[in-house]
């Protein structure tokens, strides 16, 4: 699985949307970006997934650059719970459920 | 409520005390499997079963055992603990048979004197 670069951490004001950026230069064409956070010491949880279009769901919008080497995770609206560390992954989707978490983002939202 | 369950929550043992950390999950999901998360070492697959009766190691295996006896449940065993399965402890399931959206537990916190 291709490794990924984030920002160790960020600070976002609760209201506002935060954007997580991630680099994935050396991703392949059958490897998906995958996005989990983990609240501390809780179990990791999963957000949002894509390949090469963007994606949105009930937590979070994923922008995926053209080349696919870097994305994007937009929590829209953040809130206090959303303060934890994100994880940008990619893999491939038959891997097993095999999970590189790296080091992450940790974001913490400020009323 | 949709979950995937773990117990104990915490648990201190002793050197070859046999023990086991059980899991269970109400979504009928195909997919469960073990990790382990280490400071420094990120989240590390133990074992991961696509079905009931089949299971598979995954990166870090030695000293457990599993079992998928029932959809719902997937055990991990430590038959004779040591202080390097000293770890925080996560069970996950996915309703496809690859691990594709992974549902967490809340974790075991284990630690072996």
């Known amino acids: 699985d291709a490794k990924t670069t984030q920002p160790p951490s960020m600070d976002c004001a609760e209201g506002r949307a935060a954007n997580l950026p991630c680099n994935h230069s050396?991703?392949?064409?059958?490897?998906?970006v995958y996005w989990y956070r983990q609240i501390h010491s809780q179990g990791p949880q999963y957000i949002i997934h894509?390949?090469?279009n963007n994606e949105t769901n009930e937590m979070a919008s994923l922008i995926i650059t053209e080349d696919r080497k870097s994305s994007t995770l937009i929590l829209p609206h953040a809130t206090l719970r959303d303060t934890a560390v994100y994880y940008c992954?990619?893999?491939?989707?038959?891997?097993?459920?095999?999970?590189?978490f790296g080091s992450g983002t940790q974001v913490v939202v400020t009323p | 409520e949709a979950q995937v369950t773990q117990n104990p929550r915490y648990l201190i043992t002793v050197t070859g005390k046999k023990l086991t950390v059980t899991c269970s999950q109400n979504?009928?999901?195909?997919?469960m499997s073990w990790y382990r998360q280490d400071p420094g070492l990120g989240l590390r697959q133990i074992y991961y079963?696509?079905?009931?009766?089949?299971?598979d190691k995954g990166d870090v295996p030695e000293g457990y055992k599993v079992s998928r006896k029932e959809k719902r449940n997937f055990p991990l065993i430590l038959e004779s603990p040591s202080p390097n399965q000293t770890s925080l402890y996560f069970c996950?399931?996915?309703?496809?048979?690859?691990?594709?959206?992974?549902?967490f537990g809340s974790g075991t916190q284990l630690s072996v004197l």
């Open positions: 996950a399931s996915s309703l496809d048979r690859v691990g594709e959206k992974l549902f």
């Open positions: 050396t991703i392949s064409g059958n490897e998906y």
């Open positions: 894509g390949l090469k």
């Open positions: 992954i990619v893999r491939v989707v038959s891997s097993w459920g095999k999970l590189q």
């Open positions: 979504m009928n999901h195909e997919y």
């Open positions: 079963s696509m079905n009931v009766e089949v299971t």
